[in-house]
Structures are given as structure tokens and as C-alpha cells.
């Protein structure tokens, strides 16, 4: 078959003598195949012809936004005051053993629009000269004891930090009424705001009330100490 | 005089009201994150010595005060597998700061050392606010967590993998062709015709 003028292409098949035949069957498909090349090269032509000169088509496509977990907290920061026990003088924790409360109207908890297990965990009192820092306990019972029994009485350098929904002290006789979360350095359940630590239920809100008992005593003597309290969708 | 009067009581008025304002707006601050609910998983296994994209966080100020924001990986809880080394996820940002009810979508890339063991690793991606510890008192924080989580192979396996397997398939193939072609004596010649 001619595949360029002056140019032939043959296909053959070697006889038993030695001499060579074209096979008829193999010249069709060597045509076919030559059809299907030219074929893919004109596409090729029509495709750069094409791009010269563009047309556009705008495709735009809407999606459904993503679910989001999330939690507010409001509000953003909170002073302890009304401090008892010990030398306690007003807003300023006395020793040993003193307690402090946050007043009404106490932290707004939201759950955001998708069901999230909503986690808290509490912090090391820090000092303002960044020295010896308090660390958490978590009562009578747990990794780390407050006390070997009875009311949590921190000791040297350990603080008492809870939530509760009704407010008040969280030791002593003037202990408000529990139950009374106490917080870790790592994240747990939030108790208050779901009792069956589940999963709270989109728009869920409660108001919670921290409080802490300081220790026995402090080895840092700064005036200032700061923590946090971070609540966690998950 | 009752002038004088009339404009006290309207500076007082003004002052009162523009007072009322600033206590109901700080009343309501607060503040909020927000992070998609899809979870962080990779679709196939991983191998020691890949690099991966996983899918994208989603961070949302769901406040109503412009917030600074700081992703990390952190493991929540006790979730079955091994523990997923920080240093292997990469964010393309670690801290984003976003006004109120803004987003920003921030990408994860895996990156697994070429002696990592095989097995399923779980942990989160924890996003939280950033705030800086003031002069007493607790600083109040907001935080969203979704599950991470991928698994890898055995590094033998992918020695086994179809795409290897593959290749030698197609090798025996091509060889099996030119031999049948060899064996029926076919010949392709193109030739000059002479004039």
C-alpha cells in the first residue's frame, strides 16, 4: 500500500522456500491502523486550529458548606474575688488553704450548630515573675491528690480549681453546692455542661462557675498569678 | 439658665447612653473556634519515606472579637493506635489570625521517615485560641479538635504493589508479541518506488 507518494509499505510473510508473499488479511489491518492514525492527527490539527481562536465556557458550581464544631466562651477572661479562709483579704487569696469564686454572672458555655463532646481542661498558676509555678490537684481521689482525705486542702505550691452551675466556694464551710468538676492540665469531659459526658447537642449552653483553693503555701512570693481555662469542641 | 440646664441633661443623657453600650457590648464578647467536622484521615496506606497531602483544616472564628489562632497536633483522650508524631504533619500556617465569623482553610501535609514502623496512628488537630497571660486572674480559651488518623504499611509490601507487578506484566507481554511476530516470519518493509 502506498503511505507517501514515491512510498510503499508491505507486509509479508516469509514461505517455507525462502520466497516472501503479502498477506491480505495483514494489508487490511496495516490500513486500518494507518485510517486510525490520520484520524488521531486530524483531531491533533483541529485541536491547535481550535485553540487560536477560543471560545469560553464559564462552569461555576455551588457546594454545601462543610459542618463546623465549635464552642464559644464568654466571657474572655475572668478575675477570682470575694476570697475567704486563711489570710484572705478581698480579692487577694490568703494562706494557708485560701478560696476564691467568680461572681454572677459566671462563664457562658455554647456548644456551636453540630454535635461536639465538649472538653476542659484548666492550667499552672503562673506567677508574674514567671518563677515556681502552682499545679493542679484534683481533690481526694486521682493522679493528683489535694489531700489524703476529707475537704481538698492543696499543699505547697498546688492549687484546687473546679467548675460548678450554681457558684460559690469549692472547700470549707462555705462550700457552694456541687457537683464540682475539678480540672486537669489535660483535656477531660465537661461534666457541668453534660453530665453524661456525651455529646452536647447543637446551640447546648450552660453557665459555669470556677473557683479555686489555693495552698498550704506559695515559694514564689509575687502578688500576681495567671492561668486559663480552655473549653475544646470535639 | 434653664438652657444650661437642658444642655447638662443632654450631655448627661449621651454620656449615660454611650456607657450603657460599652458595658452590653463587653457583656457580650466572647470567644469561639470552629473547625470542619470532617475528620483528617488519609485514604490510602502510607508508606515510610511518602509524603502526603491529607485533607485541609478548616478554622472558623465562631466569636464575636477577632482572635489569633494556633493549630497543633495533640492527642485527646486515649484513641487506639500509635501516637502520631508531631513532626511528621506540616501546616502551611500554625497560626492564623481571623476577624469575626471569618475562616481559613489550612493545608496538612504528611511527611513519613523512612524508619517509621507500620501500624494505625491516631491523634487530633487541635485548634485554640492564643491569648497572652495577663496580670492575674484566668484567661478564658476556645478550642475545636477533629481526629487524625492514617495508617502504614509494612515497607516489604510495597515491593509487592500492583503497579510493580504491573510493569511486569506488560514487559512478558511485549516480549511474547515479538516473539509470535518472529515465529510467523512477518516482515513490515517500506520501499522507494522507482520512476
Not at chain 1, 109 to 118: H, L, S
Not at chain 1, 178 to 198: R, T, V, Y
Amino acid at each position: 500500500m502506498q503511505i507517501w507518494p514515491g512510498y510503499t509499505m508491505r507486509l509479508t510473510r516469509a514461505n517455507a522456500d525462502g520466497s516472501s508473499t503479502s498477506s491480505q488479511g495483514f494489508v487490511v489491518a496495516a490500513r486500518l491502523g494507518l485510517a486510525a492514525a490520520a484520524l488521531v492527527l486530524l483531531g491533533a490539527v483541529a485541536g491547535s486550529a481550535s485553540a487560536g481562536n477560543p471560545a469560553g465556557l464559564n462552569v461555576t458550581l455551588s457546594t454545601v458548606s462543610q459542618a463546623v464544631k465549635s464552642v464559644t466562651v464568654s466571657p474572655t477572661g475572668i478575675n477570682y474575688s470575694q476570697c475567704v479562709y486563711g489570710t484572705s483579704s478581698g480579692n487577694s487569696l490568703g494562706f494557708p488553704n485560701g478560696a476564691c469564686l467568680t461572681p454572677s454572672p459566671g462563664v457562658t458555655v455554647t456548644n456551636g450548630n453540630t454535635p461536639a463532646a465538649i472538653l476542659v481542661n484548666g492550667a499552672d498558676m503562673v506567677p508574674s515573675d514567671n518563677g515556681t509555678h502552682w499545679t493542679l490537684c484534683q481533690g481526694t481521689s486521682g493522679p493528683a491528690l489535694c489531700s489524703t482525705g476529707g475537704q481538698p486542702t492543696p499543699f505547697v505550691d498546688q492549687y484546687y480549681e473546679t467548675l460548678n452551675a450554681s457558684g460559690g466556694y469549692n472547700t470549707g464551710p462555705q462550700q457552694g453546692a456541687g457537683p464540682f468538676l475539678a480540672l486537669a492540665n489535660s483535656a477531660a469531659c465537661d461534666s457541668i455542661i453534660n453530665p453524661g459526658c456525651g455529646q452536647s447537642m447543637p446551640g447546648q449552653q450552660k453557665t459555669e462557675f470556677p473557683a479555686i483553693t489555693g495552698p498550704s503555701s506559695s515559694t514564689d512570693a509575687s502578688t500576681a498569678w495567671t492561668t486559663s481555662i480552655v473549653w475544646t469542641a470535639s | 439658665m434653664k438652657r444650661i440646664q437642658a444642655c447638662v441633661a443632654l450631655v448627661a443623657l449621651a454620656v449615660g447612653f454611650g456607657t450603657a453600650l460599652t458595658v452590653s457590648a463587653g457583656a457580650q464578647a466572647n470567644i469561639g473556634t470552629g473547625i470542619g467536622a470532617n475528620p483528617l484521615l488519609l485514604a490510602s496506606r502510607a508508606v515510610p519515606g511518602g509524603r502526603y497531602l491529607l485533607p485541609s483544616v478548616l478554622v472558623v472564628n465562631t466569636g464575636s472579637q477577632a482572635s489569633s489562632y494556633i493549630v497543633r497536633v495533640k492527642r485527646l483522650g486515649q484513641p487506639k493506635g500509635r501516637d502520631v508524631p508531631a513532626s511528621w504533619i506540616r501546616f502551611t500556617r500554625t497560626t492564623v489570625r481571623l476577624g469575626p465569623h471569618k475562616r481559613a482553610v489550612i493545608p496538612v501535609v504528611l511527611t513519613v521517615p523512612k524508619g517509621a514502623a507500620g501500624g494505625v496512628y491516631r491523634s487530633n488537630v487541635v485548634v485554640s485560641t492564643y491569648t497572652r497571660r495577663r496580670g492575674g486572674g484566668a484567661v478564658l480559651g476556645a478550642a475545636a479538635a477533629d481526629e487524625l488518623g492514617f495508617a502504614i504499611g509494612h515497607p516489604s509490601s510495597s515491593l509487592w504493589s500492583w503497579a510493580w507487578f504491573s510493569y511486569l506484566l506488560l514487559a512478558v507481554a511485549a516480549t511474547s508479541v515479538a516473539f509470535l511476530i518472529r515465529r510467523l516470519g512477518l516482515r513490515f518493509r517500506i520501499e522507494r518506488q522507482r520512476r
